[in-house]
């Protein structure tokens, strides 16, 4: 099993930065490709970005050039920096990860809890 956190949401303005960290912990082999997902009021949950084991990442057009996907291997931790803020950016984002569990010797696919991003104008 994986346990993933989220950190770093919180309320922000128009045009500021945030960073989300996502932290896995648990009995796994290794975690692959990991990923940011988000959910704004209303709305379909939604891809924001992914990035694999190797670090080939992809971003969906509502924010490639403002949020980036980054990961730290040996911290288990995948992280968002996300720079020119719109309030449209509003939303729970949840952290995803395809991880090897040690219990079942599969790939399984995670969910993190989620963490709030508000953006005011």
């Known amino acids: 099993q994986v346990q993933l956190v989220e950190s770093g949401g919180g309320l922000v303005r128009t045009g500021g930065s945030l960073r989300l960290s996502c932290a896995a912990s648990?009995?796994?082999?290794?975690?692959?490709?990991m990923g940011w997902y988000r959910r704004a009021p209303g709305k379909q949950r939604e891809l924001v970005a992914t990035?694999?084991?190797?670090?080939?990442?992809k971003h969906a057009d509502s924010v490639k050039g403002r949020f980036t996907i980054s990961r730290d291997n040996a911290k288990n931790t995948v992280y968002l920096q996300m720079n020119s803020l719109k309030p449209e950016d509003t939303a729970v984002y949840s952290c995803?990860?395809?991880?090897?569990?040690?219990?079942?010797?599969?790939?399984?696919?995670?969910w993190g809890q989620g963490t709030q991003v508000t953006v005011s104008s």
């Open positions: 990035i694999t084991s190797g670090g080939s990442t």
């Open positions: 995803n990860a395809m991880a090897i569990s040690i219990t079942t010797r599969v790939e399984q696919n995670y």
């Open positions: 648990g009995s796994f082999f290794r975690i692959n490709a």
